[in-house]
């Protein structure tokens, strides 16, 4: 009885405007970003070249997984019916929506990286396949059905493919609601979200063998695939938490309160606690057995260069969230949720520095213009693109079947 009461103090309408210092900082930031890629790019040093390739990589794949994330946060709530999220579902929808544009940005970054040599050389160099060449690598020939260009071009293409499709036509049904209101684009979401993640968990695994894994090619583990996903989930989700928390700062979305904030943080703390025991067991695994094809991996992150990173990654990553996050009331503070979210997401984005650098530029590693400048304007272009999807639409899905649960949601 009560609930349209509730309902007249929220605007369902209200749409955020996207302008003033947000915007023109989301464009500094990618002007700063091309700036620095020219940079690299320009440099007569071909090291110079090989570290800006890498950290384009890097930010390319860790983009492209963020938006992945989003695509998987609402099919996810689809198939689970998921009352409690209808509220913020439209966050990580803009998100989704711009997996397309992620994922041809990391084709072309893995395709530029291929036709120049200065990526996945490892595979894909002269030779290497040929018995007969000075350069022949056993391993790598065993490897020549699945590490070949058309193979791995082909699978990148289908996999963001697919996912980019599934992802955009997941968030148009749900601003097709909007207009329509009834269960039509709902049920219809619900199908296509349970396939979807079908297809989502039993590929990710192979596209991350593919862009990152192959930088060594004779390295290999069973869990890399699930530690990867691990670590888009857990990034995702705080993405979805910053924007959530900036918006309501902003003066928008008041009908998401700290209960729902208090979800977002269960799920970082316990995926982050997951992300851990995948490293741990793929770690524990390899030194335990102490096989050489499997310990080169964790034996070049043991090199001065990155050891220090190798175990700030596990501090940031696990024990941050764990003593930040364990205690209720810091999951349901915004200032508490949103240090921790940014400081996930600055400790995933060494995770996968330490997963890509090694293999591409080994010692040579560096930290300056190139890392700093790279992640800006990836950060910038991102902030772009989503805030300018989540404008054209209202903040609220007003016809979504669990919207009135949601606004009702208490733990």
Not at 20 to 29: I, P, Q
Not at 150 to 178: C, H, V, W
Not at 264 to 273: A, E, P, Q
């Amino acid at each position: 009885m009560g609930t349209h009461n509730h309902h007249h103090d929220y605007n369902f309408s209200e749409q955020y405007t996207f302008a003033g210092t947000a915007k023109v900082f989301s464009l500094v930031a990618i002007v700063l970003g091309i700036a620095a890629v020219a940079f690299g790019m320009l440099s007569s040093e071909h090291i110079i070249v090989e570290r800006t390739y890498a950290n384009l990589l890097l930010m390319g794949y860790y983009f492209t997984c963020v938006c992945a994330a989003g695509a998987f946060f609402v099919a996810l709530q689809l198939v689970t019916q998921s009352a409690w999220s209808a509220g913020l579902i439209r966050i990580p929808q803009a998100m989704a929506s711009i997996l397309p544009i992620a994922s041809l940005v990391l084709l072309l970054i893995v395709g530029l990286g291929l036709y120049t040599h200065n990526l996945y050389h490892h595979w894909h160099a002269e030779g290497l396949t040929d018995p007969n060449s000075p350069n022949y690598d056993a391993l790598v020939a065993g490897k020549a059905a699945f590490l070949n260009v058309p193979g791995f071009l082909i699978r990148q293409i289908l996999f963001m493919g697919t996912y980019s499709i599934f992802a955009f036509i997941l968030a148009k049904l749900s601003y097709n609601e909007d207009l329509q209101g009834g269960l039509t684009s709902y049920k219809k979401g619900f199908k296509l979200s349970a396939i979807f993640l079908v297809i989502f968990g039993f590929t990710t695994p192979i596209w991350s063998f593919d862009t990152i894994m192959s930088l060594e090619a004779h390295w290999f583990s069973t869990m890399f695939g699930w530690y990867n996903f691990a670590a888009m989930w857990v990034s995702g989700l705080c993405v979805i938490t910053v924007i959530l928390i900036l918006l309501k700062k902003a003066g928008y979305m008041a009908w998401v309160n700290e209960n729902h904030l208090h979800d977002l943080g269960k799920l970082i703390f316990g995926f982050s606690i997951f992300w851990t025991y995948v490293w741990f067991a793929q770690f524990m695994l390899i030194y335990y057995s102490n096989i050489p094809e499997e310990t080169v991996y964790f034996y070049k992150r043991f090199e001065p260069e990155y050891k220090l990173w190798f175990w700030l990654s596990i501090v940031i990553n696990f024990v941050a969230p764990l003593l930040l996050l364990v205690d209720r009331d810091a999951k349901r503070k915004q200032n508490a949720m949103l240090f921790v979210a940014i400081l996930l997401l600055c400790g995933h984005w060494l995770d996968y520095y330490i997963m890509v650098m090694p293999g591409t530029v080994d010692t040579e590693r560096g930290f300056g213009i190139i890392e700093v400048g790279t992640a800006i304007g990836f950060c910038g272009l991102f902030t772009f693109l989503v805030m300018t999807k989540l404008s054209k639409h209202a903040l609220a899905p007003k016809n979504h079947p669990f919207l009135d649960e949601s606004l009702h949601h208490q733990i």
